[in-house]
């Protein structure tokens, strides 16, 4: 529990933090500012993909041999898969202002709200698969990694909870309405970390794979929304830079922690 604790709450807390930039700053964020953050978000995304979740998997995998790589692709596949299905099923704005999904008449606000919901959906996954293979002791994810993870998800939710409330106050809403609902946004994350422990009897035999899963679902996010954004127009420089930040911050974190 004392690990468990803080594993659920910190990714939250970052994108409550993040939500709280509504009462500091008076416009949206720059275009240079948001690249940057954004581009921060994909390297520390990718870099807790590779450490936290794919070589895991691929370590307790090894006695598959040579084949020790079956199920890290497989739930890579799967959690991708995955993604896209609720990427074209649940209707949400992109980042860059695009509708997708069915029932795009929804209200701007709802949708955007929406769209880190579902971008949270695979960290809160992440977060949980983690912190169960870290408490029952018997697997090769330690404590360590799994606050590590933990750590680099409430990181790179910080400019999440900014992108989203900052525009909710540009559409008329008031400064506490924004940050509750950029907050709230975030809520799906605890919630579904504390589901994937409490069903982690179920998920122990398969976690190479559910690991991998996880992994697949944020690098999806990655590569089909944060991505394009950080690098479509100008400033596309700052979001490089910012990739480059988050991924060796992430790194140097699991490597120095985990």
């Not at 004392?2 to 275009?31: D, Q, S, Y």
């Not at 993909?49 to 079956?70: C, N, Q, R, T, Y």
């Not at 896209?84 to 649940?90: A, N, Q």
């Not at 955007?112 to 698969?129: D, F, K, R």
Request: aromatic share 6%; proline share 6%.
């Amino acid at each position: 529990m004392p690990t468990i604790l803080p594993g659920l709450l910190l990714p939250f807390l970052g994108t409550t933090l993040g939500a709280a930039c509504v009462f500091f700053i008076k416009n949206e964020l720059k275009a240079t500012v948001q690249k940057s953050l954004l581009g921060f978000a994909s390297g520390v995304m990718v870099a807790a993909s590779v450490w936290s979740l794919i070589i895991p998997a691929m370590d307790m995998s090894e006695g598959m041999g040579k084949l020790a790589f079956v199920p890290a692709a497989a739930g890579l596949l799967l959690g991708m898969g995955f993604l896209l299905l609720l990427d074209r099923l649940v209707p949400h704005i992109h980042l860059g202002g695009q509708c997708e999904g069915p029932k795009c008449s929804l209200g701007k606000s709802a949708m955007l709200i929406l769209a880190v919901t579902l971008h949270n959906i695979p960290e809160g996954m992440a977060v949980g698969i983690v912190l169960a293979g870290a408490a029952d002791g018997t697997t090769p994810v330690t404590t360590a990694q799994a606050l590590t993870l933990a750590l680099g998800i409430a990181i790179q939710n910080f400019p999440e909870g900014a992108v989203i409330s900052l525009p909710l106050k540009g559409e008329g809403l008031s400064r506490r309405r924004a940050f509750l609902y950029g907050s709230l946004s975030g809520a799906v994350e605890p919630a579904g970390a504390a589901l994937t422990i409490a069903l982690s009897a179920l998920i122990k035999p398969l976690l190479p794979y559910f690991l991998a899963f996880a992994a697949g679902a944020m690098l999806y996010v990655v590569v089909e929304e944060l991505i394009p954004e950080a690098s479509e127009g100008g400033h596309s420089n700052a979001g490089v830079i910012g990739f480059a930040l988050g991924f060796v911050i992430m790194m140097i974190l699991d490597c120095a922690l985990g």
